[in-house]
Nanobody
Framework: QVQLQESGGGLVQAGDSLRLSCVASGRTFSSASMGWFRQAPGKEREFVAGISWTGGLKGYADSVKGRFSISRDNAKNMVYLQMNSLKPEDTAVYYC?????????????????WGQGTQVTVSS
């Protein structure tokens, strides 16, 4: 069983940047894809970004493409989400997730483990 812990959330102003981190423990995650999701109040949890286990393939939601960047460091069991040009509509709890396979995926059902989430609030 793998445990995931996010960090790096906070309160920022529109246009600012934040970098979220997620550390995995319990077993190696280097053979699994990873993803970031977010959930705003009253809304479904939605895909934000995903990365294959090699880091060679990345995918983004249209709403964050060009502003967010996902990366990983398998030696440190870490995955990151660099968020630039933040907007109020990016306000949500952000979750990292462990994929069931090595391929970059986007559906919630393709992920087997989830972190507790970190709050990101963007003021206008």
């Amino acid at each position: 069983q793998v445990q995931l812990q996010e960090s790096g959330g906070g309160l920022v102003q529109a246009g600012d940047s934040l970098r979220l981190s997620c550390v995995a423990s319990g077993r190696t995650f280097s053979s699994a894809s990873m993803g970031w999701f977010r959930q705003a109040p009253g809304k479904e949890r939605e895909f934000v970004a995903g990365i294959s286990w090699t880091g060679g393939l990345k995918g983004y939601a249209d709403s964050v493409k060009g502003r967010f960047s996902i990366s990983r460091d398998n030696a440190k069991n870490m995955v990151y989400l660099q968020m630039n040009s933040l907007k109020p509509e990016d306000t949500a709890v952000y979750y990292c997730a462990l994929g069931r396979t090595s391929r970059m995926v986007r559906e919630k059902t393709d992920f087997s483990s989830w972190g507790q989430g970190t709050q990101v609030t963007v003021s206008s």
